[in-house]
């Protein structure tokens, strides 16, 4: 039986960044993922496959609506070969599922294709092509996360949906009803809303994305109902059936009064739950919650001290750079240091265009927690760069503490904001005040200008160009 330091169940951006720190750190390190591919939800039906759609109907809706005004002309009609944009994202998929091959390869990790199941808290039983078991001194639970659906819906994956199948569908729905207005369903909801289906999102809270600040639900909803998409906010949905091709979905309003939709294809993006499924965690004594999650402490250590968990499958944001986070911080706990992750400073990207970002507190969780803030707002409009590329929606938005200037939330919306929030997150990780981001040149013309311009409204209301 082949014996290990560490054995990670899981290849999503948990799972092989956890291997690769452990093996950095000296690990001897097995990866075991129950797909021939790795790379997780993330790399093969998540965050790579949905910005690839993102960035191919991005460029059919520039060529089709803003192509003209940059003076360029495209004689003949523009066509979508729909089979050729999902064939490009099935090899941006594969090109980046291979790369992490290639790095356990590099690392002299050992891969175990097949489904993992403890048998105590030391070993392992891997079904594959065959049946085989390892021992492992240290074990991490990296088995991520399975999208989640309402009681009443059956999802058929032909025309009741989830994320998985709207990222290889075959045709270009006419009516694509979404069913929950957070990230998910924005952002392939904005992918066929270019591609020229109608796009209905219903959500049950007054707001989309409503874990982000109010204004930028606010502002994304104006700029995609603008973009077509019709919005059926303080909607409950109480039923959802097919007949043939046709999708009926009934929802109630705040006052009661039913709205029924209908539709070729219905999306249901109304959260995702933790996946443990065959795990058999019961073997080992591992402690899993009501709500399916495995517990663990500060040191992301479960219940059974050799076994650790990451990811999706604990408490938590469900993101890819959450999960990373969590992987080199059991690697080197495991190694004896000391690590730390501030998960207030772990940033929220929608990647719609304008794409959405965010870190640290909004507005109403400062209001909850009774801090007193400040708030910088500038608006993207204002920026030479913005008209230059012509993208003028949004806003960056600074709150800081009112008395020591303490910078303790940034929100953006406009172009290129998922890359700008660094900056935002590099400041408050030293704690910069926003006097501080005030004072630091930004690069001319640039979208970056909008953190400085919103820097300089919060410290002394002297933005410069508003
Ligand atoms: P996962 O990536 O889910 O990986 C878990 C792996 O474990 C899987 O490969 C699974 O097959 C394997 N596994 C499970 N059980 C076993 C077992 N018993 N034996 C062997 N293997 C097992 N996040 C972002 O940060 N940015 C984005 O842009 C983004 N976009 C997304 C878009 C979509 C459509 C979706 C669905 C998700 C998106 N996410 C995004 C979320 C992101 O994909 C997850 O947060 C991330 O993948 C979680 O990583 P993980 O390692 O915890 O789990
Ligand atoms: P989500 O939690 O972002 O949004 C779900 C939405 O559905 C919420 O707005 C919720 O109020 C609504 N909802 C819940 N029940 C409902 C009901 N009965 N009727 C109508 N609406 C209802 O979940 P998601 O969009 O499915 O995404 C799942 C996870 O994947 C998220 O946690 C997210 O972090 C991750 N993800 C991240 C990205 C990214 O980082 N860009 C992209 C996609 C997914």
Redesign the pocket.
Known sequence: MSTYDVAI????????VAAIRCAQLGMKTAL????SV??????????I???ALLDSSHHYEEAMKHFAEHGIEIPGEVKINFKKMIERKASVVEQTTKGIEFLMNKNKVDVFT????FKDATHIE?TGDKKQTIEAKNIII????K?ATLPFIKIDKERIIT??E??TLTEIPKHLIVIGGG??GL??GQVYRRLGAEVSVVEYMDRIIPTMDSAQSRELTKVMKKQGVKFYLSHKVSAVSRKKNEITVTATDKKDAEVTLSGDYCLVSVG?RP?????KAENAGVKITERGMIDVNEHLQTNVKNIYA????IRG???????EEE?VFVAETLAGQKPHIDYNLIPS?V?TWPEVASVGKNEEQLQEANIVYKVGQFPMRALGRSRASGDIDGFVKILADKTTDEVLGVHMVGARVADLIAEAVTAMEFRASAEDIARMSHAHPTYAEAVKEAALAATADRALHI
């Open positions: 169940i899981g290849s999503g951006p948990g799972g092989y075991i993922e129950k797909y790795l790379g997780g939800t993330c790399l093969n039906v998540g965050c496959p949905s910005k097949g489904m993992g199941a891997i990296a088995t991520g996360s999208p994320s998985t709207a990222l990230v998910i952002e392939l995702r996946y443990t499924d065959g795990l990451i990811g999706d499958v944001a469900m993101l890819a750079h959450k999960a992987g990207v990647y």
